[in-house]
């Protein structure tokens, strides 16, 4: 069974330019969740994406904003980079069946540096 | 809005010792998770235990347990005879929708040998 894995684990970026980062679910789930965790800081819920749809959203901007495909892969696009959106992007995968979502599993995250 | 507190920046440990990590939420929803993860060090963040708020009995993982006190909003994690491989950073986190995790802002253990 092959875990959740992101890539790509690190990243600069200067202010004003776009980026993408890439997650693959663990096998089996068919939900991906994204969070922001600044450095010291708890992760902060960006959004989950269920069937290739959005599926739910936290307190971040719409140049935030992803996909999700048949494979259940996902990519979260970050466009106009300011300086605080630098952090360690963490993807989460689950299973949801009949209303009811299960445990979330972690990928080890892409570390974003904008400067 | 669901918030979840942890109160503890930091915690030390002696190996072979119990510690007790503190969280609370604040949630006006009667049905919801709550959650351990363990973070450490560059390294990816697991699953460590979790709680059915509709359950009364605190669940219970090999040396990790918690006291989960519904009425209070009070849901801590003790971790029995501490060895050196739990030093990590901890989450508490809470989910009543499907989709909505909230994280508190962690406390960092470290174990001493």
């Known amino acids: 069974e092959t875990g959740v894995t992101q890539s790509p684990t690190h990243l600069i970026k200067t202010r004003g330019q776009q980026v993408t980062l890439r997650c693959s679910s663990q096998s089996g789930h068919n939900t991906v969740s994204w969070y922001q965790q600044a450095l010291g800081q708890g992760p902060q819920f960006i959004f989950q994406?269920?069937?290739?749809?959005?599926?739910g959203r936290g307190n971040f901007p719409p140049r935030f904003s992803g996909l999700q495909f048949p494979n259940y892969s996902s990519e979260l696009n970050v466009n106009a980079l300011e300086l605080d959106d630098s952090a360690l992007y963490l993807c989460?995968?689950?299973?949801?069946?009949?209303?009811?979502?299960?445990?979330?599993?972690f990928g080890p995250g892409t570390r974003l540096t904008v400067t | 809005a669901q918030t979840v507190t942890q109160s503890q920046p930091e915690m030390s440990v002696q190996e072979a010792e119990t510690v007790t990590l503190s969280c609370t939420y604040d949630t006006s929803e009667s049905d919801y998770y709550l959650f351990w993860y363990k973070q450490p060090p560059s390294r990816q963040m697991i699953l460590v235990i979790r709680q059915e708020a509709y359950k009364q009995q605190n669940a219970t993982e090999n040396r990790f347990s918690v006291n989960f006190q519904k009425a209070a909003k009070s849901f801590s994690l003790k971790i029995s005879d501490s060895q050196l491989g739990d030093a990590a950073m901890y989450f508490c986190a809470y989910r009543s929708a499907p989709h909505d995790m909230r994280f508190g802002a962690g406390t960092r253990l470290t174990v001493k040998p």
């Open positions: 994406y269920y069937r290739e749809e959005e599926n």
């Open positions: 989460a995968s689950s299973g949801h069946s009949g209303g009811a979502t299960y445990e979330q599993y």
